[in-house]
């Protein structure tokens, strides 16, 4: 899957790899930055970018929410011993970095939710172990959101100056650590109709049933194989450049 960093967070992307266990090569291209991070059955295994450092590489890689893409080949690899990172950790450390070095730009407004959206703290699913150091105002930003609260109350009651409560909201996020009380679905349907006529609904209505997802439900991980199953059905049609195009759409539907 392909996607333009203006449009959908790298980090996200790179921590929903790694949750769903996916094995390949995660690559960020741009003209601003270039690296690849390896990922063998979730864990990160190696990291190619502009420091000597793996994980300041890792770092400067979640960092470039500028321009450019980013896109995962799925393939095998060589199995290695896991590097010592976990991706939570390290983008809440990007979402500082950020705020250290852009605070008075609007970097990062394209990711940020509306202030009246309600979040709640994410719980992990059986065996997860998180390594994560928060610094204060990170926690006590988080576990103001109970799935009741909305971002601008809960930053409100947090005391934390507005500026800086966006960009570590921006790494909650972004880290999976807050979401939304509700996944906003895209029409995707009215999309494909749009793209395609009767026979881009044949494809959104066949995918769902194969892959057997209920749409009253479904969530992010559903969501994403939905997505691959789609972008590979219509590429046979319309090829695979068009058909990333659509997906992109769809990622665009989301917000």
Avoid: Q
Avoid at 96 to 104: A, H, P
């Amino acid at each position: 899957m392909k996607g333009t960093i203006s449009n959908i967070s790298v980090a996200g992307m790179l921590r929903l790899l790694c949750n769903y266990e996916k094995t390949g090569i995660f690559h960020i291209e741009s003209n601003l930055i270039n690296g690849a991070v390896e990922i063998y059955e979730g864990n990160i295994i190696d990291i190619f970018g502009p420091r000597v450092d793996k994980k300041e590489s890792l770092i400067a890689l979640l960092s470039n929410i500028k321009e450019g893409t980013f896109y995962f080949e799925e393939k095998e690899i060589e199995k290695n011993k896991p590097l010592d990172i976990c991706i939570e950790d390290v983008i809440l450390e990007s979402g500082r970095y950020l705020y250290e070095n852009f605070k008075d730009t609007n970097i990062i407004n394209d990711f940020l939710l509306p202030e009246n959206e309600v979040l709640k703290i994410c719980s992990l699913p059986a065996g997860k172990i998180l390594k994560i150091k928060f610094l204060d105002d990170e926690w006590n930003l988080m576990v103001k959101f109970s799935g009741n609260n909305n971002i601008i109350n809960a930053i409100k009651e947090s005391g934390i100056e507005e500026t800086k409560a966006d960009f570590i909201l921006y790494g909650l996020l972004a880290s999976g650590l807050l979401r939304r009380t509700r996944f906003k679905i895209p029409e995707i349907a009215k999309i494909l109709r749009e793209e395609l006529g009767n026979i881009g609904v044949a494809i959104v209505d066949t995918s769902f049933m194969k892959l057997k997802i209920d749409k009253t439900i479904m969530g992010m991980k559903e969501f994403l194989s939905l997505l691959n199953e789609i972008e590979n059905s219509i590429a046979e049609i319309i090829g695979k450049t068009k058909a990333k195009a659509i997906i992109e759409k769809i990622w665009e539907a989301t917000k």
